[in-house]
């Protein structure tokens, strides 16, 4: 099940502190927000499945974490000065500004005129002066995706660790793009962070990479709790590809205000690593590149058979983490009909993503014994190093279970005035709602094979 509105899971969000609007205190920053106690969990557990899925559960691929402020030659030489835009349209009657792909029946969607101007391009990369002088003659680019750094590191990564084709490179950080109707809460924000991979491999084997990466990414978001029926493929048409991509398969979520892009995975080509080589002349690079490169690298690898110097080609699955969030949230949020008439919310979340992954609860607030063994115990669930536990004294145990449905706590744990006599405790499951009596010395076992789950 979904929640049926953007407004309540923005409303949760909020109200249980996962996200905010950024600044809100001085009226806030268009598209830019903020992730409160909850959304640094959930975003930080999101980013570390990926990691794990990309990095640590294979051998073939490194990671790197590179700068953000970016020498604006790496950003002409990539073709994103010239062609990183979006079609801009200005409204005569209300003077909104507007996408011109997001009109509606070629209408303004603010105010329903077609007094509108014709559609300019208009860049989206975000310029920042560098060092103390600002007449503009030193300036650097904030990165409007991760994949540049990758390819400007990628003789350093590959001269430094063992691999051949294929071979990959991960990194997560953030994106800046200053575009122009930011909307739709988190989905199209200005300042974003990215996950992607650049997959490199021999020419004429990339077809078949990027079915296996597309294949690949659809199970990992099946894993983050994302329901297959949400999901539809895109075979990007051609005239609507971005200047360095041969073929892109789009991963559509349908998000309450529709179906819309997830992650992309891009077959690039040679384009970038050939648009950064110095030396194209005797290399064979099949990618209309700028042959004027001021780098002064080679950023191809040698066949180890034929000797032959080779420019890979690169396959790319780029994916969002903010609407990873908005995409998991959406998909685990239900509200349901109790016994008793009333109802619950529960955010269903895997649970190696929920923000807190047990909540250990004294029946009684501020007892002693009670809270002692309650601590006793959450100290031995958290060093377990499997996420954040927390010690509820805060009594009401109803309360305390519906305020940990809200936020997906897969477990509470109730340390009751049996648990000081017989060593038992209560463990409630998020959705069943089942309780069960526990030994203490059993919980540790229980709790990870839960998280594990
Ligand atoms: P869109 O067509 O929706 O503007 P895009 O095709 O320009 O997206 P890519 O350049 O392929 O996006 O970027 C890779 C991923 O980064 C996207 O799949 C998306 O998850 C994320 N992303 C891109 N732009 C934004 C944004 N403004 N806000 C949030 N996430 C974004």
Request: a negative charge; glycine letters at 6%; proline letters at 5%.
């Amino acid at each position: 099940m979904a929640a049926e509105s953007m407004d309540k899971l923005v409303a949760l969000c909020k109200r249980r502190g996962f996200i905010f609007q950024t600044n809100e205190i001085y009226g806030g920053l268009q598209g830019v927000y903020d992730y409160g106690p909850l959304g640094v969990e959930l975003k930080n557990n999101l980013k570390r499945a990926w990691w794990n899925a990309m990095v640590y559960e294979r051998d073939d691929i490194e990671g790197i974490d590179s700068s953000i402020l970016t020498n604006p030659l790496v950003l002409k030489q990539s073709g994103h000065e010239e062609t990183f835009s979006d079609p801009l349209v200005d409204c005569k009657s209300c003077k909104a500004r507007i996408r011109a792909d997001h009109l509606k029946d070629g209408k303004c969607p603010e105010c329903g005129s077609d007094d509108l101007t014709d559609p300019r391009p208009f860049n989206l990369m975000f310029k920042t002066n560098v060092g103390p002088i600002e007449d503009g003659s030193s300036f650097a680019y904030l990165r409007p995706e991760t994949a540049q750094q990758i390819f400007t590191n990628f003789k350093n990564v590959i001269d430094s660790t063992p691999h051949h084709l294929p071979f990959g490179i991960a990194q997560i950080g953030k994106a800046f793009r200053n575009e122009i109707t930011p909307r739709n809460f988190i989905f199209r924000v200005r300042e974003l962070e990215q996950m992607e991979m650049e997959f490199f491999v021999r020419p004429g084997e990339d077809e078949k990479w990027h079915k296996t990466w597309t294949d690949l990414r659809v199970a990992w978001w099946e894993k983050q709790g994302i329901n297959k029926k949400s999901i539809e493929l895109l075979d990007v048409p051609k005239n609507e590809l971005a200047h360095y991509s041969k073929a892109t398969i789009d991963i559509m979520y349908k998000y309450p205000h529709g179906l819309e892009e997830l992650e992309g995975i891009a077959n690039r080509t040679d384009f970038d690593l050939g648009s950064h080589t110095r030396d194209q002349s005797k290399l064979r690079i099949t990618a209309k590149v700028d042959k004027n490169t001021k780098s002064n690298a080679k950023l191809a690898v040698q066949d180890p058979e034929t000797k032959e110097w080779v420019v890979p080609y690169v396959i790319e699955p780029a994916a969002g983490v903010e609407r990873g969030v908005l995409a998991v949230l959406n998909e685990a949020y239900r509200v349901e009909e109790l016994e008793d008439g009333k109802e619950r919310t529960v955010l269903s979340l895997k649970p190696h993503l929920s923000p807190i992954k047990a909540a250990v609860i004294p029946l009684k607030k501020n007892n002693e014994d009670l809270v002692n063994k309650a601590k006793e115990l959450k100290n031995a669930l958290q060093s377990l190093g499997l996420g954040r536990v927390l010690l509820e004294n805060s009594g009401n145990i109803g309360k305390n279970y519906r305020r940990h449905d809200e936020i997906g706590t897969p477990i509470c744990i109730t340390v009751d005035f049996e648990s000081l006599e017989d060593g038992t405790v209560t463990i409630r499951d998020r959705d069943t709602m089942e309780q069960s009596r526990l030994d203490i010395a059993s919980v540790s076992d229980h709790f990870k094979k839960t998280i594990d789950n």
